[in-house]
């Protein structure tokens, strides 16, 4: 699959972890660990949209910190969302560690908007007929 095909198809695959941490609100059902993956995902993927919208090959890594920073080199505003960085852990650590006495309970309402006005700045980005 081609860069270009993946800004059409990553979209949605963000669109739905974002459904899935939207369904996760009871923590007594859907423990930190998942919502926490679901979280870091969509955010893994709406970076790596962004990056190719750039003209530039997306890195094949779940290290949110080294794709924010790939962004940032050619649009500097994109710092704005340095507070996903904090989802880092879920892509492999706390996904198959631990989670206990390891981090502070995830906000999941405050991790869906966060989420969201990232997916928002990466769809403006989007060619016209791409957003849907």
Known sequence: MSD?????????????????????????????????????????????????????????THDLDYLLRLVERREPEAGRFEDLIEYNPYAVQFRYGSFENEASPIDRQEAVRRLEALRRQVRQRLPDAERS
Do not use: S
């Not at 198809?9 to 459904?19: K, M, S």
């Open 4 to 60: 270009l095909d993946d800004a059409r198809t990553l979209p949605e695959a963000a669109e739905r972890d974002l459904r899935a941490l939207r369904g996760m609100d009871d923590p007594a059902v859907f423990a930190d660990e998942i919502a926490g993956f679901h979280a870091q995902q969509a955010a893994e993927k709406l970076f790596k949209v962004w990056i190719i919208l750039l003209g530039e090959p997306y890195p094949l």
